[in-house]
């Protein structure tokens, strides 16, 4: 009697099964301890799975991750993020929490090389739109006495501590964590917009403008949000603190990225309504090169 032949798996069907192997930790360590048939989902599967190195496999998915974390315009999420993964490291979650987080997550499909090679968004704003729903998940308990850490690697505000109990609520950091991590995916789109191009991937952000220089966006931040951005806290403090909301704005030019706090007549280059004051500020803009 001859045997029946397993049908083979086609290319999607490897990279789906490749995908799941890099991707699920569990799912390696049943395939261990279980053997091919605990997790196959067909003849064709249990094949493939009965070949596996397991020693490689893990190696590889190790490299993997290594190198998502890597992925990134100027070196990768970790570089992308420094100040949103400070402020968690502080309220005790880890990087290789947030990473394997992301990697199950279904922000992470949206990524454009994953699965397959095609278009989808960066890898930056697939892991912000992963990181906001962490932070918002986590909120009321894991985030509930976080402090934020004001002033970026160098300047005179470099290290100084926001801490909930002395400079502001529970809330107010969280607000303050929630648009740092905007903050710092524009930075990594405008960053790309000014680099990249044509750009390699979709931006699904809302709010860009295309002007006669490159790109443009404006975004309203809680005054306690830009100070700790600031290189200066102090001094940013004294600016900004009588201000309910921050407008502030991003711009791409062939020059490089320039961002920061505006006046509410530059503002008024963003409104959508046609009006004197609109065309004032992007006349004063395009005098600068910024429009």
Known sequence: MKATSVEQLNGSQLTDLL??????????????????????????????????????????????????WKMGRSGGIASAFPRSLRILTAAGVKDAELL?????????????????????????????????????????????????????????GAGMTMSVGGCGSAAEAYVVLRETVTHELMTALFTALVCEQPLSFDIAVEGIVTT?????????????????????????????????????????????????????????????????EGDAARRALSGRGLW
């Not at 991707?23 to 009965?50: F, I, K, M, N, Q």
């Not at 095609?118 to 930056?124: D, I, K």
């Not at 920061?260 to 046609?274: C, E, L, N, R, Y």
């Open 19 to 68: 995908m799941r192997l890099l991707l699920d930790e569990r799912l390696r360590t049943r395939l261990a301890s279980e053997g091919p048939a605990a997790v196959a989902s067909g003849p064709g599967e249990r094949e493939c799975l009965e070949t596996v190195d397991l020693t490689e496999l893990n190696s590889a998915a190790r490299q993997f991750r290594n190198a998502v």
């Open 100 to 156: 394997t987080g992301f990697l199950g997550s279904e922000e992470f499909g949206r990524f454009r090389l994953v699965p397959h090679a095609g278009r989808g968004l960066s890898v930056e704003e697939s892991f912000a739109s992963y990181l906001l729903g962490f932070v918002a998940a986590h909120r009321d308990h894991r985030l509930a006495g976080v402090g934020t850490t004001a002033g970026g690697g160098g300047g005179a």
């Open 212 to 276: 006669g220089r490159g790109h443009a966006a404006l975004r309203r931040y809680a005054p306690r949000s830009v100070v700790s951005w600031s290189d200066r806290p102090a001094a940013a403090a004294r600016r900004e603190s009588a201000e309910p909301a921050v407008a502030y704005a991003y711009f791409a030019t062939p020059a490089g990225v320039t961002r920061g706090a505006v006046s509410a007549q530059i503002a008024a280059a963003f409104g959508t309504t046609p009006s004197a």
